[in-house]
């Protein structure tokens, strides 16, 4: 059985830092892209980075420069550095794995069950 265990979220002010970690289990990524998800209440589920096989990184235009996407294969953990929060950032995340389209959100076949970010200014 897959499973996707968020944690790390939480509130901070503006201005402030966190780091989300992903970890995954029972399937091994090593072929297929992993993302970070974010949904704010009364909006759309919005990609925040992805990150594919050869590592290769891609933001979303909001978030380039403050947070930073990266993955450990032996721990097969997935992790999201948020730097300099805003609160435009605050919206329940997501990871996300196994998926061959890395900016296709439908196409991830396994998705944690969200951690809460909420920045206040």
């Known amino acids: 059985q897959v499973q996707l265990v968020e944690s790390g979220g939480g509130s901070v002010q503006a201005g402030g830092s966190l780091r989300l970690s992903c970890a995954i289990s029972?399937?091994?990524?090593?072929?297929?892209?992993m993302g970070w998800f974010r949904q704010a209440p009364g909006k759309e589920r919005e990609e925040v980075a992805t990150i594919d096989s050869d590592s290769t990184t891609s933001y979303a235009n909001s978030v380039r420069g403050r947070f930073t996407i990266s993955k450990d294969s032996v721990q097969n953990t997935l992790s999201l550095q948020m730097n300099d929060l805003r609160p435009e950032d605050s919206a329940m995340y997501y990871c996300?794995?196994?998926?061959?389209?890395?900016?296709?959100?439908?196409?991830?076949?396994?998705w944690g069950q969200g951690t809460q970010v909420t920045v206040s200014s």
């Open positions: 029972g399937y091994t990524s090593s072929s297929a892209c």
């Open positions: 996300a794995a196994g998926s061959v389209w890395c900016h296709n959100a439908p196409g991830y076949n396994y």
